[in-house]
């Protein structure tokens, strides 16, 4: 199956992972950011329904200047006390947060329509693809924005195994740019979307579905840190 998600995730389509029975138990949709259209965006946000994010490789976001969200909130909270009573201290499946600031690209009207995101999405990818230039970042990007950016571990799955570095580490097998668009799939039971549920969709819209283990498996074997 791991072979079947590179290929089809370096042909511009969508994969489903799902993390690990240990981990948030979620199954995401995965696309190549660079291939993301504005009919992509409206797949995941009515079949998916969870945060659409992209997934950014680390020497990416160190490129660009891109700080962990809990690193502004605590260097804040000396003067906002409110963010140092957030502290992230709690999460039960992680031992940090990836996430980073959100953006829009700077031609997009409010930033939330499937057309806007799609925008900001596919010329992130873009801008990293061309060398992560930081003044053609401040030229074409504002924040805050519509698209919540998550930074992945430098090492990838050999440090932590959400589905930022999943997704990324699946990037970098198939070959593409490893920035990645990822949305989680939920329910209509006011939770997630089942393991079988999930697999059950992917069958029926013949989308790939792929578990994080496999991933971690190809990666491993394939790339050295």
Known sequence: MIKRAIEALKNGEFVLVFDSDSRERETDFVIGAEFVTWEHVKTMRREGGGLICLAVEHDFAEKLGLPFLTDVLTYSSKKFEAFKLLKPDDIPYDERSSFSITINHRKTFTGISDRDRALTIRSFAELCKNGCNREEFGKNFRSPGHVPLLIGAKN???????HTE??????????????TAICEMLGNNGYSLSYEDAK???RDMNIVFVEGKEIIKAYKNKIVR
């Not at 990838?156 to 959400?162: A, D, K, P, Q």
């Not at 999943?166 to 920035?179: D, F, R, Y």
Request: hydrophobic share 60%.
């Open 166 to 179: 999943l997704s990324l580490a699946l990037a970098k097998l198939a070959g593409i740019t490893p920035v």
């Open 200 to 202: 059950r969709f992917a």
């Open 156 to 162: 990838l799955v050999y440090e932590r195994v959400g």
